[in-house]
Structures are given as C-alpha cells and as structure tokens.
C-alpha cells in the first residue's frame, strides 16, 4: 500500500525566515515518483517539483529546496527567506507505475508566512 | 499554453439536487482526473480516464456519481441526489501521454460545491 504522511498540520513564520516542510512516504515498489504542489487560496494545486526514486540528488530552484533520503522514505522541501506570497497549503504526493499514475496524496501543510 | 479549465467555479445547491460539472483539459492531454478534495484533506481521486475509457473509478460512488470523456477531450462529473457531505471542491486534473511511465498531473482551479 501506498502512504504519504505531512505530520505537520500548520506552520506559521515571520517573513524572510527559512521553514522546512516535511514528507514521509511509504511503498514497497523500488520504482515511484514524489511530487510537491502548491495550493494557494485561489484552490488551483500549482506543481512545484518531481523526483524519481534512482535520483536522490538534492535540488534548488530560486528559494526552493528539496532533500530527497531513500534511507528516511523523506522528501522535505525547505522555502528559504520566506515572503508572504509563500503563504498556502502544500501537498506531498506520490505516484507509482504499478498504479496507472494514481497519486496518493498527503494531507498538506497549511504555511502562513507573516509580514 | 492554456491550462486545465473548469467550470463553475462556485455552486450552491441543497440536498437531493443534482449538479454537474465540467473540465477541459490541456490540449493533447490523454489522461484525465477528476478528484474530491475535502475541507482540511488532500485530493481524494475519483476517476480516471484515459482518452475516453475509464481507467480507475473504484473510488467512485456510483449510486450518486457519474462521469463520462465523451470524444476523449472535455468531461462531466455529475452527482444525483447530492448528500450533505458532497461539500467539497471537485478538481480535474489532466497529463500527458499514455499509462506508460509518471506523468506530472496538472490542475485546474477546481469547483467548490455547497450542499445545504
């Protein structure tokens, strides 16, 4: 069975500080892939980023990073210098090939960055 | 390129009514989502179509949901007699290509459902 756990419910930070959102996930398949969307309060779910699990190589876009650890089954991804346009909920999903590409999707972090 | 349409964006029913809602995915998209996202949960997957055949609906509650890609580009996802708890926002999603391998899904702006 396929699991994403958020054990973070809400998060609150001042502007310009570094916030970490955490991604636990459970399959037993050696093949998936982990995905992180943004959902501001217009409600569209914005794609952030995909990784594949033969890559664990860290990643960097602009103030986004994300740490991929097989050995923890984690993919965190760390805003840096937050801004108030950071605030929404965020999603951690995990998609499997065995599956037909159903993602199983956590139950969010809602961040609330304030000025 | 245009993303995922949806529409309304908003309606409020009360119980026991029907309502129906529409989504046009991204241009060459085959494969199409409709999921049910709960107030404080993630995306719940209700069916799943690829080109105009179902792939997965074992989520779908079939006494009171329908759904159908008729020509396998737009989708209806109809709900009759809607039931207090279909509160919800209905989003569809769509990606590209065939089953084979990941592909990133992409959302539309989802329809939020009131049932009084």
């Known amino acids: 069975a396929q699991k994403v756990t958020q054990a973070q419910t809400e998060i609150s930070v001042v502007e310009k500080e570094d916030v970490t959102l955490d991604c636990v996930y459970e399959?037993?398949?050696?093949?998936?892939?982990l995905f992180w969307y943004k959902q501001p309060p217009s409600g569209e779910l914005v794609f952030l980023i995909r990784r594949n699990s033969f890559d664990e190589q860290n990643e960097i876009s602009g103030r986004y990073s994300w740490n991929f650890q097989k050995s923890t089954s984690s993919f965190n991804f760390t805003i840096t210098a937050s801004q108030v346009v950071d605030s929404a909920v965020y999603f951690c999903a995990l998609s499997v090939p065995n599956t037909g590409n159903q993602f199983y999707f956590g139950t969010g972090t809602s961040l609330t960055v304030i000025p | 390129e245009a993303g995922v349409a949806q529409s309304p964006r908003y309606k409020i029913i009360e119980k026991r009514q029907s309502v129906a809602f529409w989504c046009n995915p991204i241009?060459?998209?085959?494969?199409l989502y409709w999921y049910q996202q709960i107030l404080g949960q993630g995306p719940k997957l209700l069916i799943q179509?690829?080109?105009?055949?179902?792939?997965?609906d074992s989520q779908l509650p079939k006494d009171r949901f329908s759904a159908e890609r008729l020509k396998g580009v737009d989708s209806t996802l109809k709900i009759q007699p809607a039931k207090l708890e279909d509160s919800a926002v209905y989003l569809c999603?769509?990606?590209?290509?065939?089953?084979?391998?990941?592909?990133?899904?992409?959302f539309g702006p989802g329809t939020r459902l009131l049932v009084l």
């Open positions: 399959t037993r398949d050696t093949t998936y892939y």
């Open positions: 999603a769509s990606s590209p290509g065939g089953l084979a391998g990941i592909k990133t899904q992409y």
């Open positions: 179509f690829q080109n105009n055949g179902v792939v997965d």
């Open positions: 241009s060459g998209h085959a494969t």
